[in-house]
T-cell receptor, first 113, second 116 residues
Framework: AQTVTQSQPEMSVQEAETVTLSCTYDTSESDYYLFWYKQPPSRQMILVIRQEAYKQQNATENRFSVNFQKAAKSFSLKISDSQLGDAAMYFCAYRRDTDKLIFGTGTRLQVFP | DTAVSQTPKYLVTQMGNDKSIKCEQNLGHDTMYWYKQDSKKFLKIMFSYNNKELIINETVPNRFSPKSPDKAHLNLHINSLELGDSAVYFC???????????????FGAGTRLSVL
């Protein structure tokens, strides 16, 4: 069975600095998709970034980028120029084709001014 | 316009009661999901429907029954509520395109259920 592990329950960063959130997963599949979702205090689940496993190039979305290491089954999220509004729970998720999302346990990110 | 809407946002009820949570999506998606987020923030799939057909049922107690009157709606009925059912329930939807990264799941704002 596929599993997703986020080993950092909490992280903190100062405004304008860079922070990296870790995620590892376990799967025997070769084709799958990986996601980072953000959940602010409002509770809404917001997609931050996605990565197709067949693509070697790391995905980027403005200040958010990933380091996808397929052989190591690692999918970390880098947030550059951190802003106060980035404070939230961040969930790493795995999905194969049209199947369900399998989530990690989340990392709470605090941003200090 | 809200893409995936859930009602109510908050639900407080007594043990033993029966309650429903409604979900509607206006994205034209074929697939809808229910996820449960427990008190430790862990999110887990409960059900998935594709074009009104149940395709995922993750060993959820049969007190939970999803109902999909059409592909834009997926409601969750819970009978004989227990203390352990207290959680946040999220509805999500996606366009089921096989092998496509466009199959992004969009989430509703969640329903916080508190069973007293």
């Amino acid at each position: 069975a596929q599993t997703v592990t986020q080993s950092q329950p909490e992280m903190s960063v100062q405004e304008a600095e860079t922070v990296t959130l870790s995620c590892t997963y376990d799967t025997s599949e070769s084709d799958y998709y990986l996601f980072w979702y953000k959940q602010p205090p409002s509770r809404q689940m917001i997609l931050v970034i996605r990565q197709e496993a067949y693509k070697q190039q790391n995905a980027t979305e403005n200040r958010f980028s990933v380091n996808f290491q397929k052989a190591a089954k690692s999918f970390s999220l880098k947030i550059s120029d951190s802003q106060l509004g980035d404070a939230a729970m961040y969930f790493c998720a795995y999905r194969r084709d049209t199947d369900k999302l399998i989530f990690g346990t989340g990392t709470r990110l605090q941003v200090f001014p | 316009d809200t893409a995936v809407s859930q009602t109510p946002k908050y639900l407080v009820t007594q043990m033993g009661n029966d309650k429903s949570i409604k979900c509607e999506q206006n994205l034209g998606h074929d697939t809808m999901y229910w996820y449960k987020q427990d008190s430790k923030k862990f999110l887990k799939i409960m059900f998935s429907y594709n074009n009104k057909e149940l395709i995922i049922n993750e060993t959820v107690p049969n007190r939970f029954s999803p109902k999909s009157p059409d592909k834009a709606h997926l409601n969750l009925h819970i009978n004989s509520l227990e203390l352990g059912d207290s959680a946040v329930y999220f509805c999500a939807s996606s366009q089921a395109m096989m092998g496509s990264s466009l199959n992004i799941q969009y989430f509703g704002a969640g329903t916080r259920l508190s069973v007293l």
